[in-house]
């Protein structure tokens, strides 16, 4: 039972990432799914959350980024626009309770880099 972020890297500002988790090992469409962040010398950051149909976002990312989910493949998404410097940080993905419940998280991948500078 695994999940394995992937996709970070160094974007400018006002640049683009998209990154994946590739989920193994549990029914992947039997679960809400999350991004979560963790910016340097700062505490977890809930980013997004993707349920059987709904989507949901923390206001600091509404409008820039995009969460979605291909269960066919065992994937999800979080697609990252207009990146700010603020938005370094290692992004987990993570596992929710139920279909319907994004919290709490039941499992956490390793978490993938995402630094925006210059």
């Known amino acids: 039972v695994q999940l394995v972020e992937s996709g970070g890297g160094l974007a400018q500002p006002g640049g683009s990432l998209k990154l994946s988790c590739a989920a193994s090992?549990?029914?992947?469409?039997?679960?809400?799914m999350n991004w979560v962040r963790q910016a340097p010398g700062k505490g977890l950051e809930w980013v997004s959350g993707?349920?059987?149909?709904?989507?949901r976002y923390a206001d600091s990312v509404k409008g820039r980024f995009t969460i979605s989910r291909d269960n066919a493949k065992n994937t999800l998404y979080l697609e990252m626009n207009l990146l700010k410097p603020e938005d370094t940080a290692l992004y987990f993905c993570?596992?929710?309770?139920?279909?319907?419940?994004?919290?709490?998280?039941?499992?956490w991948g390793h978490g993938t880099l995402v630094t925006v500078s210059t």
């Open positions: 993707i349920d059987g149909r709904n989507t």
């Open positions: 993570g596992k929710g309770h139920s279909i319907t419940s994004f919290r709490p998280i039941a499992l």
């Open positions: 090992g549990f029914t992947f469409s039997n679960y809400a």
